[in-house]
């Protein structure tokens, strides 16, 4: 791509702040869920705002997922994380964006999913710097170079069945929910490793890895033919969203604790 531009990911309302606006994301990604929560008026003009659908859903999910997207104009794009979100998308008149769960590993995935009218494509969290280079860029191509990437989703709450659940208004209450800013609950494993816990749409549970993905000090992603470069927050403050996109940009010293390269250099294994 002649210039490359930075993408942000939240998780959480908060999260999207006057000050993170000011840093000029191209793309802001919103769970389709907060929508109806959420005045996007200052957004106006000044950036893409798109909806993320979730990873898990039900058929009976479709038809409110759909009205959801269909209330909001102001969100002009949608992202496609597997085949069951097309008939959600389809006649929308947004433009489609592919998410991680299309797990787009070659050139053939992404010429697949230009094919089935995609705009851009994500690029694997498995895949190294060179494959992710060597990608035919038939659609954009992005690739998330910072965050918590996602591992497992539960089918069952693991807060709600450790700590019972407050449900108000059809939403879910449950710590995992309502307790994010103050800190994520967490899972611990047999070494000490501690996994945040996010609340996931239709009330289940999705563990994020304990350390955080962090490439600011590496020069290798500017350099194979990214479009867009995802910032993907989740149990970060609203303060340190900005800190952290300033610090892509080369305009503040910042590092988070625990970090990891993720498969951006070794690969699978």
């Not at 191209?26 to 996007?40: G, K, N, Q, R, S």
């Not at 710097?129 to 591992?151: F, M, S, T």
Request: glycine share 8%; charged share 25%.
């Amino acid at each position: 791509a002649e210039r490359m531009a930075f993408t942000v990911s939240i998780a959480r309302a908060d999260q999207l702040t006057e000050a993170l606006l000011a840093e000029k994301p191209a793309i802001v990604y919103i769970p389709a869920e907060l929508l109806d929560t959420m005045d996007l008026s200052a957004c106006a003009g000044r950036t893409e705002l798109c909806a993320v659908l979730p990873r898990v859903f039900r058929t009976a999910d479709e038809q409110p997922l759909r009205a959801i997207l269909e209330r909001h104009p102001e969100v002009t794009s949608v992202t496609v994380g597997n085949w069951g979100h097309m008939p959600i998308v389809r006649g929308l008149g947004k433009t489609l964006r592919g998410d991680l769960g299309l797990n787009v590993y070659n050139s053939r995935a992404v010429a697949f999913w230009r094919e089935q009218g995609l705009t851009s494509v994500t690029a694997s969290l498995e895949l190294r710097w060179q494959q992710v280079r060597d990608l035919g860029k038939y659609a954009d191509c992005e690739a998330v170079i910072y965050g918590r990437l996602p591992l497992m989703i539960t089918e069952n709450c693991i807060v709600a069945n450790e700590f019972g659940c407050r449900h108000f208004k059809g939403r879910c209450g449950a710590v995992c929910a309502d307790s994010a800013c103050a800190g994520a609950p967490e899972l611990t494993d047999r070494v000490g490793e501690r996994f945040p816990v996010l609340h996931a749409y239709g009330c289940r549970s999705e563990l994020q890895n304990g350390k955080t993905l962090w490439l600011a000090d590496k020069p290798e992603y500017r350099k194979i033919g990214l479009t867009y470069a995802r910032l993907r927050f989740t149990t970060e403050s609203a303060e340190e969203c900005v800190r952290v996109l300033r610090a892509y940009k080369g305009r503040e010293e910042y590092t988070p604790k625990d970090i990891t390269r993720g498969l951006f250099y070794r690969g699978v294994e």
